[in-house]
């Protein structure tokens, strides 16, 4: 275990949790996590595992090197401001509030004409819970390689990791696998929907689609092949995938998806500005 990750997460809830659960006794030990959360109930769980805990910021916050602030996006501004004078040179600030920028962030951290550039801007998604998720990762400019793999550390601990450039990429993000996860429950309700419509048993129906869909993305996954061809491997000329296929491009199928994904992204962006 590598003691030296120190860390406090500003928030006890979902997402800290999956991401303690992925650490404690693997990463580091409880004793180097401390939480804050205005919740005592939230803190319960974390102190029965050895972690120390804070219903109020505190002088612990400053023998943390690495901050997780995983509070409501409407409270960051409020919660960022009370964190400040517990910060040192070599704090590292990690958010994974939706619709806070980075540039928000640094100036609330930070000083008058001297932002806070030690941060790092996340986008995890839900299936983070069952360490399968998926997350977007942006560093600031004063985040040297060492600490992008911290970072980067954490979050494999609950899923595949990628890096991103600004914060406009991070919207986009947001709207495939921070949103996404979403639109795959979406299907999958259509699918099992149809099928029980058909004259199917709906726990069958909900076994069958579940199956189909992990099924799906672990072959594209693991294949070689790009997701066309494999697309092509399934769709027999005149076949029922091919009828199948036709009148989801009839209706718009891929188009909508795009469509969903920049109202997303647009979303995403107004939030930023709504909340800075």
Same mark, same amino acid.
């Given at each position: 275990m590598n003691h030296e990750l120190s860390i406090a997460f500003i928030g006890g809830g979902n997402m800290a949790t999956a991401l303690g659960s992925g650490l404690i006794g693997k990463r580091c030990g409880a004793h180097d996590v401390h939480v804050i959360d205005i919740n005592p109930a939230a803190l319960q769980p974390w102190a029965e595992q050895g972690c120390s805990t804070a219903t109020a910021p505190d002088a612990m916050l400053s023998t943390r090197r690495i901050w997780v602030l995983a509070v409501k996006p409407q409270f960051m501004k409020e919660t960022v401001t009370g964190l400040r004078e517990y910060l040192r040179d070599d704090t590292l600030v990690v958010s994974i509030a939706a619709g806070i920028s980075?540039?928000?962030?640094?100036? #609330?951290?930070?000083? !008058?004409?001297?932002? #806070? !550039?030690?941060? $790092?801007?996340?986008?995890?998604?839900?299936?983070?819970?069952? %360490? +399968? &998720?998926? =997350? &977007?990762?942006?560093?600031? %400019?004063?985040?040297? /390689?060492?600490?992008?793999?911290?970072?980067? @550390?954490?979050?494999?601990?609950?899923? /595949?990791?990628? #890096?991103?450039? *600004? *914060?406009? +990429?991070? *919207?986009?993000? !947001?709207?495939?696998?921070?949103?996404?996860?979403?639109? $795959?429950?979406?299907?999958?309700?259509?699918?099992?929907?149809?099928?029980? /419509?058909?004259? @199917?048993?709906? /726990? !069958?129906?909900?076994?069958?689609?579940?199956? =189909?869909?992990?099924?799906? =993305?672990?072959?594209? %996954?693991?294949?070689?092949e790009d997701l066309a061809t494999l697309r092509d491997r399934v769709t027999s000329k005149g076949g029922t995938t091919a009828a199948a296929l036709d009148v989801l491009r009839e209706r718009g199928f891929p188009a909508a998806v795009k469509e969903a994904m920049l109202a997303a992204s647009r979303r995403a962006a107004e939030l930023s500005r709504d909340f800075s």
């Open positions: 980075a540039e928000a962030l640094g100036q #609330w951290l930070g000083s !008058t004409g001297k932002p #806070w !550039t030690r941060l $790092v801007r996340c986008m995890p998604n839900t299936p983070a819970l069952i %360490a +399968a &998720g998926a =997350t &977007g990762l942006m560093a600031g %400019a004063g985040v040297n /390689e060492a600490e992008r793999a911290q970072v980067e @550390m954490l979050f494999k601990a609950v899923g /595949e990791v990628v #890096w991103v450039e *600004d *914060d406009h +990429a991070i *919207d986009v993000v !947001t709207s495939l696998s921070g949103s996404g996860p979403a639109y $795959v429950f979406l299907f999958l309700e259509s699918m099992i929907a149809a099928a029980v /419509e058909q004259g @199917m048993a709906p /726990e !069958t129906a909900r076994r069958l689609a579940l199956a =189909t869909v992990n099924g799906a =993305t672990q072959l594209a %996954a693991l294949s070689h």
